[in-house]
């Protein structure tokens, strides 16, 4: 379960519940999970339908390629992150000094694996254009969540997306390293510094 980082029970494999679930959504839970915590490339179709414990013809029925499981993996992550860090910034003040803390609780859930979207994106951009094509998308409306918490000014935009891509390397440094604290306390520094001048 991962509830720390969506601050509320989210479905997952674990949750006997789930067997009640629709098929495509079975599929797709699936795929989520086992993408984000072994890898795209890594994880077979064949390993998903086991595991979502749907037939071979309900899985194509649904998803007829990799590919298009992986695009639809992709917009759920989106929504489903997105869901929980406008909402984690609300739960930390509401401004922009509560997206340290918002991804300190991130961090420190048992299941992270860094940034879906990043991690996609270094797997399969060279082959999946419309991977990369997701990527900025949800990058930017993280930026664009990121710019409603600063003071209105001319620096604004540049300031959100200078802060959007520290962020982008604390995940990273986040998701390799030993404690997450490190690059926290980086990004903290970095927030102060830009937002202080």
Known sequence: MDSSVYNVRMKTLDNPENQKLPARERILLTAHELFYREGIRATGIDRVIAQSGVAKVTFYRHFPSKSD??????????????????????????????????LAEWFSDASFRGC???????????????????????K???????????????RRVKDAQA???????????????????????????IFKSLLSV
């Open 69 to 102: 499981l992986i695009r639809e993996y992709l917009e759920y992550r989106h929504q489903r992150w997105m869901r929980w860090f406008v909402d984690s910034l609300q739960r930390h003040g509401g401004n922009a000094q509560a997206i340290v803390p918002a």
């Open 140 to 154: 930017q409306e993280m930026t664009s969540v990121i710019a409603s918490l600063l003071p209105l000014s001319r």
């Open 163 to 189: 802060l959007a891509l520290a962020i982008d390397g604390a995940v990273v440094r986040a998701q390799f390293d030993q404690s997450p604290e490190v690059a926290l306390s980086a990004l903290a520094r």
């Open 116 to 138: 879906a979207f990043i991690n996609s994106v270094g797997e399969l951009g060279g082959v999946m254009p419309e991977v990369v094509e997701i990527a900025q998308r949800h």
